[in-house]
């Protein structure tokens, strides 16, 4: 095997015994991307210089033997996440040419913990997608299938790590954008308790759902990615203060007596037949675990795609006026007078998904609108929150298909935005009622597209997650593959 | 047809906490275009806000001091609006759920008290501002203001006149002062304030279409332009036409206000609780340990002063309406003990001083030692009143104290009896004329022979001992 298809902790192995270098396995991602990268596009910048130079640094370190828990280890950053001194477009024409000054704090964290910086991945612009079609600087594809689509908003990064083109990446998750990609292109993905990683630096869509995660290559590697993410920021106001874990200490710990939640509402018509088929049999391998399921009921499923839709837009057509040519990003010359000079700023900046859902969550906050969309979604998201609570009494997490199906044509849904929504369907209602959640391979379909079961537990079990989710990788025996590219 | 004015005034403060309400900048006044910024208060990409627990304590001063009731919680909503000044397209404010609400204060009018409803307080970050280049069509941005923290205390509609509105806002001024939690300067938009105003025929319980009046940066202008919109809208009553709802800027140079916008081109502002700041809980312990940090307030102060110093109201109105001009009252009773006297100087010759050249008490050259050791002269007849009316001034031109001025310009007053007898012979031996008409019954006269033992002493005589003696004297 080369060094990039390995696994951080095989990577640390290799590391403290000798038999890697930082640079030795920061070329070997790289040569990966000279071979894969012009058909995939899982980046929209690579900082191989940078990458090189921190590799080199990184060999230093643990030449003196001060390895930390990332040091040497390549990661990809999702495009949304601002890098100091390097351009940070959020997918987006308006933000082309962003520079930030300064760094977002999982950034300051990861750099720390001694990773090395690949690249800024490709996205949907402003995370408003869910096939990485809408990103400025063209379609991310699937490593699996080139005609098919990723999945989004984190479509890159979750390509890069299926790809092997990093050995792990940060995604952002609003909606599922982080596990929806995830179970498409065959990797894990984690999105963390609203409040558990900072949001500081993350280009906001949704304040109020938006969580940073990351994407592995195993479920080992997603606690030691959490280790370096976790915890309490105070330049976030949300962001709490909980103790966190030493997360590695879930692996391999077996789920015995545990019970297992499987909402009847997560598994109705519409659902691909292969999607249901593997996720069933995932079941019964958590049974096999030791686990016992119990169907329980999350009576307000059936709302969240629609509060969701009106929750996300208000907060982002709020959070994307900053974006009128003032300040920084795009600005379009030649205006007649300020009002021309916004209008025109933000035709040309934004694309028709973004502009779409401005204009949405503006008639949601409109005076007279408010109370029938946003007043009335922020209530039924109560409810949806107190589902979860609910479920939690009866089960210890809760088991559903990350996806309704597997990963479609490029350009499938494009013209069909519901189409495109729905396939977010299995996934929003984490972000609704803040708890973590994480999608874990679960087999091919027919075809050879991954396929991804998703975990869910209550407010800060990451624990509880990561360790079903190694429970299960470890007795599921899901065929190793890689794609061939 | 008599018509009545009503009048609610929303009052935005600047607080003087040293950073911003959402991040470490500072809020000093007058630095270099965008050098007090960092990425939060320019609104860049990916950042957050975090609360300045000050701007809630110092917010929480003004709730108390105005009687308003703090609620349990509270939170921030934002304001979405688009302009240059403001970087994250929308002001980040207290909506549905501010700081404090139901308060009142009191206003003297026609002798009587009369209340003032302060419909509610709220938190709110400050805009920047725009300057815009004379000769290009071009405008530039300064963000250092951007992010200041300001308060908005909003009052209920209960002013039925500009005099009102202004006594209010004098009120107001006054507390947040005294509270030390804005520097009140009106020019420098510290301390700003919007008017609603509108009339009603006299004994009309409903309400008027109101306008809102914007741009009045001082109290005078207040009063200008409030007078000017009820004749505004007394004429278009009266000429059978409709006052409109709409916004309208005061001229200051026009002295007029014009329309602005009406009620169909106003802002949507989309208000929704902001996602990146959550509730902010006070409990009782909290409010108390801030109740106990408000020092003495004006009305309070005020009566103290009636009280212990035995002071008219209008002295005491006077005298409290400046917390540093109470604190130096104060000191100089503290070391001469003459009340009256003091408040008499202080009103009269002190404050003179001061406005002629528009200087504040801080800054006076007559320290309270100095004013009470003139006071203390005057009493012990050292010198006479008279004469300390020049003394005073000559110890706010040169700050010497004045036993200084006194030897130097040998202004002892002459109080030895024997030395004015021999003076007072002189000259009723020199004017016999005068004595004989003044024996004759002229008493007018007797005001001749003062002037000439002043004349005669160079003002220097006890007047008190002149008086006395020359009435026994001249009586023979």
């Known amino acids: 095997m080369e060094l990039n298809q390995l696994t951080i902790h095989e990577l640390q192995e290799k590391i403290k015994n000798g038999e890697a270098s930082a640079v030795k396995i920061t070329e070997s991602v ?109 379609p991310t594809r699937n490593p699996w299938d080139l005609e098919r689509i990723p999945g989004g908003s984190s479509g890159g990064s979750a390509t890069a790590v299926a790809a092997d083109e990093c050995i792990a990446s940060i995604g952002s998750d609003t909606g599922g954008s982080i596990r929806q990609p995830a179970a498409l292109c065959g990797v894990v993905g984690l999105k963390p308790t609203y409040g558990r990683v900072s949001r500081f630096g993350l280009i906001a869509f949704a304040s109020s759902l938006d969580q940073i995660g990351p994407f592995t290559k195993d479920v080992e590697d997603c606690a030691i990615m959490m280790n370096v993410l976790a915890g309490y920021d105070p330049k976030e106001s949300t962001s709490v203060p909980a103790e966190v874990p030493n997360y590695r200490q879930f692996i391999g710990r077996d789920i015995k007596g545990w019970k297992i939640g499987i909402p009847k509402e997560y598994f109705v018509k519409g659902i691909d037949p292969e999607v249901s088929a593997a996720v069933k049999k995932a079941i019964t391998v958590i049974e096999k675990c030791g686990g016992k399921c119990v169907e329980i009921s999350l009576p307000h499923t059936q709302y969240c795609l629609a509060v969701y839709y009106i929750i996300a837009p208000a907060e982002a057509c709020s959070n994307l006026a900053r974006y009128d040519g003032v300040k920084y990003g795009l600005r379009v010359s030649d205006s007649r007078d300020l009002l021309d000079m916004y209008k025109r700023t933000r035709m040309q900046g934004f694309g028709a998904e973004v502009k779409r859902r401005i204009m949405i969550g503006t008639y949601a906050l409109s005076a007279g609108y408010y109370d029938a969309y946003y007043g009335k979604a922020s209530q039924v998201r109560a409810l949806i929150k107190r589902d979860f609570e609910a479920a939690w009494k009866k089960c210890d997490v809760i088991l559903t298909p990350t996806t309704p199906t597997p990963a479609f044509k490029i350009g499938e849904k494009t013209d069909d935005p519901l189409q495109m929504y729905l396939s977010d369907i299995f996934t929003i209602s984490t972000n609704l009622a803040g708890i973590p959640g994480i999608s874990v391979p679960c087999g091919f379909t027919s075809a050879g597209l991954p396929i991804g079961v998703q975990f869910l537990a209550g407010h800060f079990e990451e624990g509880k997650l990561l360790q079903i989710a190694s429970a299960y990788e470890k007795n599921a025996d899901i065929e190793k593959r890689r794609p061939k590219l | 047809m008599e018509f009545e004015t009503v009048i609610g005034l929303e009052v935005h403060a600047q607080l003087l906490t040293d950073t911003k309400i959402f991040c470490g900048c500072s809020t000093k006044f007058g630095g270099a275009p965008n050098s007090h910024t960092c990425p939060v208060c320019l609104g860049m990409p990916g950042v957050l806000p975090v609360l300045n627990k000050k701007v809630v304590e110092f917010a929480m001063k003004m709730s108390l001091a105005t009687n308003c009731e703090i609620n349990k919680s509270c939170s921030f909503a934002r304001k979405n609006y688009f302009y240059p000044d403001l970087p994250k397209g929308y002001q980040i404010s207290q909506y549905a759920y501010p700081l404090s609400e139901h308060g009142y204060v009191f206003l003297d009018v026609d002798g009587a008290q009369k209340k003032i409803g302060l419909t509610r307080i709220h938190m709110e970050e400050d805009a920047g501002k725009l300057m815009h280049d004379e000769h290009n069509p071009l405008s530039y941005v300064d963000l ?223 320290s309270p030692a100095s004013l009470a050791e003139m006071i203390s002269l005057i009493e012990a007849g050292t010198i006479s009143g008279k004469m300390a009316k020049d003394i005073i001034e000559d110890m706010y031109k040169s700050g010497k104290p004045p036993k200084v001025i006194v030897e130097e310009k040998g202004m002892v007053q002459i109080t030895d009896e024997g030395e004015l007898i021999k003076i007072i012979t002189t000259i009723i031996e020199a004017n016999p004329n005068q004595l004989k008409d003044y024996r004759g019954g002229k008493e007018k006269l007797f005001g001749f022979f003062v002037g000439q033992v002043m004349k005669a002493t160079q003002g220097k005589a006890n007047p008190q001992l002149v008086n006395d003696m020359l009435k026994k004297m001249l009586a023979g």
């Not at chain 2, 509730?279 to 005020?302: F, G, H, N, S």
């Not at chain 2, 209008?314 to 109470?326: E, S």
């Open chain 1, 30 to 138: 790289f040569q990966r991307i000279e071979a894969v990268e012009a058909r995939v596009h899982s980046y929209i910048r690579l900082l191989k210089e940078e990458a090189l130079a921190a590799a080199a640094k990184a060999d230093e370190v643990i030449k003196k033997g001060e390895i930390k828990p990332l040091t040497g280890i390549p990661i990809a950053l999702k495009d949304i996440v601002c890098t100091k001194g390097i351009p940070t477009t959020c997918g987006s024409h308006i933000l082309h040419n962003f520079v930030p000054p300064y760094d977002a704090t999982v950034v300051e964290k990861l750099r720390d913990a001694g990773a090395v910086f690949v690249g800024k991945a490709n996205m949907d612009e402003f995370a408003m997608g869910s096939s990485t079609e809408t990103s400025y600087f063209g």
């Open chain 2, 144 to 366: 250092n203001r951007a992010g200041v923290p300001l308060i908005e205390i909003v009052s209920e509609p209960d002013m039925r006149s500009p005099a009102e509105a202004a006594d209010y806002l004098k009120r107001l001024h006054e507390i947040l002062v005294y509270l030390e939690i804005c520097d009140g300067n009106m020019e420098e938009g510290s301390f700003r304030c919007d008017a609603n105003v509108s009339i009603r025929p006299q004994g009309q319980k409903e309400f008027g279409t109101r306008a809102e009046l914007k741009n009045m940066n001082s109290f005078r202008n207040v009063q200008r332009a409030l007078e000017y919109e009820i004749k505004r809208q007394q004429y278009l009553v009266e000429s059978g036409e409709k006052v409109v709802q709409e916004t309208r800027l005061w001229d200051d140079a026009q002295g007029a206000s014009i329309s602005m916008r009406s009620k169909e081109e106003a802002h949507d502002y989309r208000y929704f609780p902001d996602p990146d700041l959550v509730p902010i809980l006070i409990d009782d312990a909290w409010v108390e340990k801030i109740r106990k940090e408000l020092p003495e307030l004006p009305l309070a102060k005020r009566e103290r002063f009636i009280k212990d110093y035995q002071l008219p109201a209008y002295d005491a109105g006077v005298l409290t309406a400046d917390k540093a001009l109470a604190n130096y009252y104060e000191e100089v009773v503290r070391l001469c003990a003459k009340p009256k006297a003091v408040s008499n100087w202080v009103m009269g010759d002190v404050l003179r001083f001061l406005n002629e050249e528009k200087r504040d008490i801080r800054n006076c050259s007559i």
